[in-house]
């Protein structure tokens, strides 16, 4: 990381600091910044990511659910970009209407997958 990345880097850590987060002994698995708590919630601040920890022996199956979760949300995501424009290109109100039906479903499976999401999470 370049000198102005470390400075950087270290003026949002302070910030998060002074905004009530602690710093915890734990390290990112994948830049190997402290980890910070914030509100129930581990984090690494330079990643922008939810850490969670699993005691050993739970490894997998916690890996395992957190990738279906994180590829769930990205169908969803997608699944919702499709719908609005599905609404864009509407040519009459029953088709808007549809589509708009499917983007609220779409939305309320994204409300419960992070339910879901932040429950794994505690």
Not at 27 to 35: A, D, E, I, Q, Y
Not at 68 to 80: H, P
């Amino acid at each position: 990381m370049s000198s102005t990345g470390d400075k950087e880097s270290i003026r949002h850590m302070s910030e998060l600091l002074r905004s009530g987060a602690t710093m915890t002994a734990d390290h990112c698995p994948v830049c190997n910044t402290p980890l910070f708590r914030f509100k129930g919630q581990l984090f690494c601040p330079k990643c922008d990511k939810p850490v969670v920890i699993v005691k050993e022996g739970e490894e997998e199956s916690t890996a395992k659910t957190f990738s279906v979760l994180g590829d769930l949300e990205k169908t969803l995501i997608q699944k919702i970009q499709e719908s609005n424009q599905r609404i864009i290109d509407a040519r009459g109100l029953d088709e808007a209407k549809e589509s708009g039906n499917l983007l609220n479903i779409w939305l309320q499976a994204m409300e419960r997958l992070k339910r879901v999401q932040q429950q794994q999470r505690e």
